[in-house]
């Protein structure tokens, strides 16, 4: 069977490019444009891994998402992988790490993401 990946992404670009990348890679990928048709997703389809991107509707949708995935019983287990570009969309002079109550992630890769990076932590963190 092969192992769903959900991308929550409003980057249609990017999401293409991901999808082909990892379809290439033997996973089965379904995506949201937002953080709301997204969790709607993650509780119906259960995917093993979710890639969510922060800025959407709100420059930190993304953070909100993940906190709510981990509060529902639902997808509390499902491993995600945050991607920003937040840090140089803001000029931030910091970055962001996984943090069990602030930013419930397994791992933040910031934009652009290169190819091997994206399929190795893919390939960490998915729930087999």
């Given at each position: ?94 970055g962001f790490e996984p943090d069990a109550d602030f930013l419930p992630v397994k791992a ?21």
């Amino acid at each position: 069977m092969m192992n769903k990946i959900l991308i929550i992404d409003d980057d249609l670009d990017l999401v293409d490019a991901m999808t082909n990348l990892l379809e290439a890679k033997g996973y089965e990928i379904n995506n949201a444009p937002d953080g709301e048709e997204g969790c709607e997703k993650a509780k119906t389809d259960t995917p093993d891994l979710i890639l969510l991107d922060v800025m959407m509707t709100r420059k930190t949708e993304g953070f909100d998402v993940a906190r709510s995935l981990k509060k529902d019983e639902k997808t509390k287990d499902i491993p995600i992988i945050l991607i920003t570009g937040i840090r140089h969309e803001m000029n931030l002079p910091f970055g962001f790490e996984p943090d069990a109550d602030f930013l419930p992630v397994k791992a933040v890769l910031e934009k652009p993401i290169k190819p091997e990076l994206l399929l190795n932590t893919v390939a960490e963190h998915i729930k087999k």
